[in-house]
């Protein structure tokens, strides 16, 4: 099983990136996928996820309205689209599968996001 997210890396305050997180070895389809993120001194939190159809969405107060989490299962991928960025929206950003059968969960190595000028 991998998770192996990319796309992170320096924006200035304002900016957006999208992140992406390439599974494999497990039928992506039949699992719910969530980002989350951890900053510096502060434990990881949930950012969003989506069913496994890609029919349903929820996503942290803090990043409502800038953030977009989406899936393609026939890419067996899942992607944050991060607009209007922020300084505290600093940290490493984790992807996550979820089984919806059995108590099991993956999780990518995490891709870096700092947001400075």
């Known amino acids: 099983v991998q998770l192996v997210e990319s796309g992170g890396g320096l924006v200035q305050p304002g900016g957006s990136l999208r992140l992406s997180c390439a599974a494999s070895g497990f039928t992506f389809s039949r699992y719910r996928m969530s980002w989350y993120r951890q900053a510096p001194g502060k434990e990881r939190e949930l950012v969003a996820f989506?069913?496994?159809?890609?029919?349903?969405?929820n996503y942290a107060d803090s990043v409502k309205g800038r953030f977009t989490i989406s899936r393609d299962n026939a890419k067996n991928t899942v992607y944050l689209q991060m607009n209007s960025l922020k300084p505290e929206d600093t940290a490493v950003y984790y992807c996550k599968a979820s089984s919806m059968v059995v108590a099991v969960d993956y999780w990518g190595q995490g891709t870096q996001v700092t947001v400075s000028s």
């Open positions: 989506i069913n496994s159809a890609g029919g349903s969405t």
